[in-house]
């Protein structure tokens, strides 16, 4: 460990890190397993001071503060993080940073982020769901809930111009002097690029939908999402007979 990355002892005061706390790597937890539980405190107080310092330029240090309070979680035997002697713990790790009271609250909530990111790589699926922890961590939750936000956006927009298109054919068929027999013609290269994206974003929806949510949902609740999956795999089976057509030969 390079002395820039070593923790400030307790009651010991420092010149201020170098520019070099930039590059500071991610903390390792097998570094820091076999640290003293005075030394771990020292440490994520080292990082929370640092990054107090440099007005929260350097996520990397918050990544650093929630792998100590991890570890001081899995000595502590409590993922979840309600015990009283993890509580104490962590209070005199911020205590032990000596930034103002009113900075840390902002600190803490951060840092609880990368928590919930670093607990996912360091407890096994099985344990999670014993302690009724989601696998996913937020930044994976974030993930889906940000394209599920896209996919809808893509099928709204979508849907909106695919609904101006049939307002233009319904307007110009009315304008029209006379019946013919000509064919109809081929839809629009904008047309079928819509359904492409309408299809593609109907999917990416539905994939957002969660066995565990749907679990958890009253008999009435299930009963009306039933109806609308019912309602959505016939328009499905509609649409796939169209599908499944092949081009006629020319």
């Known amino acids: 460990m390079s002395r820039s990355t070593l923790p400030v002892p307790r009651g010991q005061r420092t010149a201020a ?37 440099i007005k929260g330029e350097q996520t990397t240090l918050l990544k650093n503060v929630a792998v100590v309070l991890v570890e001081l979680r899995r000595r502590c035997d409590d993922w979840l993080g309600r015990t009283h002697e993890y509580r104490q713990l962590a209070a005199s ?47 994976a939750r974030e993930k889906v809930a940000r394209q599920s936000r896209n996919a809808i956006v893509t099928v709204a927009r979508a849907e909106l111009e695919a609904s101006s298109t049939r307002k233009t054919k319904a307007k110009s068929s009315k ?20 359904h492409l994206r309408l299809g593609r974003g109907a999917h990416t929806i539905l994939e957002q939908l969660s066995p565990s949510v749907v679990d958890e949902m009253t008999d009435g609740q299930r009963s009306k999402l039933d109806d609308e999956l019912a309602a959505i795999q016939k328009v499905v089976a509609k649409l796939r007979r169209h599908t499944k057509k092949r081009s006629s030969a020319a």
Do not use: C, F
Request: hydrophobic share 35%.
């Open 175 to 194: 304008q029209a002097d006379a019946v013919t027999d000509e064919p109809e013609p081929m839809p629009s290269s904008s047309a079928v690029g819509d």
């Open 93 to 139: 790790l911020y205590s032990r940073s000596g930034i103002p009271s009113d900075s840390q609250a902002a600190i803490q909530a951060a840092v609880r982020w990368h928590i919930g990111n670093h607990l996912r790589t360091v407890v096994s699926p099985e344990e999670l769901a014993a302690h009724n922890l989601k696998v996913e961590g937020p930044a």
């Open 17 to 53: 890190p170098t520019s070099q706390s930039a590059q500071q790597p991610t903390l390792s937890p097998d570094s820091i397993e076999h640290e003293s539980e005075d030394r771990l405190l020292a440490r994520g107080a080292a990082y929370v001071r640092e990054y107090e310092r």
